[in-house]
Structures are given as structure tokens and as C-alpha cells.
């Protein structure tokens, strides 16, 4: 449990860090993850079926790549000798005024830090390709994910029927 939080906290961070890296945590992945979002999405219109059960298959698989990227990173931070809260640390101090620096010596300019963060958005960019392909085993493309992700943010019938959907084994 304190290892899925560490990794969510890393995760947030590298969203400062990078903004195009989700936080998500919770519910659906963001559309914006995987590929920009039409500036008109189209009508909403009833998805059928088998676009539901592929979506609901590209999820689950979207699902397990992001844990494993996550204990990825946990571990590159850990790897160089940091602690994901330091490395958290020193992140928050390039979003943030230099009073809420770190105090202690690893700095943004630590040599451990820029590996961590080079393996991290190495890390980061192989799991946006293995979800992207995910995706596209199922029979979608990645635009057609995004389409439906987005409908399902909107659309409490078809967030429903996903949800069912994720339920069957």
C-alpha cells in the first residue's frame, strides 16, 4: 500500500515536472495521456457493444503497464540513492518559489536526481507506446480510445456499461 502511494506521489511529481504525464489516480486514464483530443469532439452517439468490451480490454491492459511503469520509477529514483520523497522534494522545488527548496543537499542540480529524471521520462515515453499498442490489439485506435474515454466522462450510461464491462472476467 505504501509503495502504490510512493508511486502515485512520483507520478504526480513528473506531472509537474512534465504536465502531458497523467495523475491518474483515479477512475479513467487521462485521454490526454495517450494522444491530443480533437478540438470538436463529435456528438455523443450510442457505442456499441464490442467497441465497450475493447475499450474495457485496452483498460485492464493500460492498467497493468501503468503499475509496472509505476514500480519502474519507484525503483529508478531508489536506484540512484534517493528516497521517492526526496526526489518528490526536490521536484516540488522546481514548480515552487525557492523558500520551500529542499534544506537538505540534494538539489535539483544533483547529479542523482537528473538520472532518476532521464530514466523516469525514458520510463514514461515506453509505456505510452505499450499503451498505445495495447490499444490497438483490441481492434481500436488509439483516437477511437480517446473518443470513447471522453464520452464516458460525459455520459453516465456508458461510464456504466464500462464498468460492467471491466467486471467480467
Do not use: H
Given at each position: 500500500?505504501?509503495?502504490?502511494?510512493?508511486?502515485?506521489?512520483?507520478?504526480?511529481?513528473?506531472?509537474?515536472?512534465?504536465?502531458?504525464?497523467?495523475?491518474?489516480?483515479?477512475?479513467?486514464?487521462?485521454?490526454?495521456?495517450?494522444?491530443?483530443?480533437?478540438?470538436?469532439?463529435?456528438?455523443?452517439?450510442?457505442?456499441?457493444?464490442?467497441?465497450?468490451?475493447?475499450?474495457?480490454?485496452?483498460?485492464?491492459?493500460?492498467?497493468?503497464?501503468?503499475?509496472?511503469?509505476?514500480a519502474d520509477m519507484v525503483q529508478a529514483v531508489e536506484a540512484v540513492g534517493l528516497t521517492?520523497?526526496?526526489?518528490?522534494?526536490?521536484?516540488?522545488?522546481?514548480?515552487?518559489?525557492?523558500?520551500?527548496?529542499?534544506?537538505?543537499?540534494?538539489?535539483?542540480?544533483?547529479?542523482?536526481?537528473?538520472?532518476?529524471?532521464?530514466?523516469?521520462?525514458?520510463?514514461?515515453?515506453?509505456?505510452?507506446?505499450?499503451?498505445?499498442?495495447?490499444?490497438?490489439?483490441?481492434?481500436?485506435?488509439?483516437?477511437?480510445?480517446?473518443?470513447?474515454?471522453?464520452?464516458?466522462?460525459?455520459?453516465?450510461?456508458?461510464?456504466?456499461?464500462?464498468?460492467?464491462?471491466?467486471?467480467?472476467?
Amino acid at each position: 500500500m505504501m509503495r502504490v502511494l510512493l508511486a502515485l506521489a512520483l507520478m504526480v511529481s513528473c506531472w509537474w515536472l512534465n504536465p502531458t504525464l497523467p495523475a491518474a489516480a483515479q477512475g479513467l486514464p487521462s485521454s490526454q495521456f495517450l494522444a491530443a483530443v480533437p478540438t470538436s469532439p463529435p456528438a455523443p452517439t450510442r457505442v456499441p457493444r464490442a467497441d465497450v468490451a475493447q475499450f474495457a480490454q485496452a483498460y485492464q491492459a493500460i492498467q497493468e503497464i501503468r503499475a509496472t511503469a509505476e514500480a519502474d520509477m519507484v525503483q529508478a529514483v531508489e536506484a540512484v540513492g534517493l528516497t521517492v520523497d526526496r526526489f518528490n522534494a526536490i521536484a516540488d522545488s522546481q514548480t515552487s518559489d525557492s523558500a520551500q527548496a529542499p534544506k537538505s543537499s540534494a538539489r535539483p542540480d544533483d547529479p542523482r536526481f537528473s538520472a532518476a529524471l532521464d530514466r523516469i521520462l525514458a520510463l514514461r515515453q515506453q509505456a505510452e507506446m505499450a499503451m498505445a499498442s495495447a490499444i490497438e490489439e483490441t481492434g481500436l485506435s488509439v483516437d477511437r480510445f480517446n473518443q470513447i474515454l471522453d464520452q464516458a466522462n460525459e455520459d453516465s450510461d456508458l461510464y456504466q456499461r464500462i464498468g460492467e464491462q471491466l467486471k467480467q472476467p
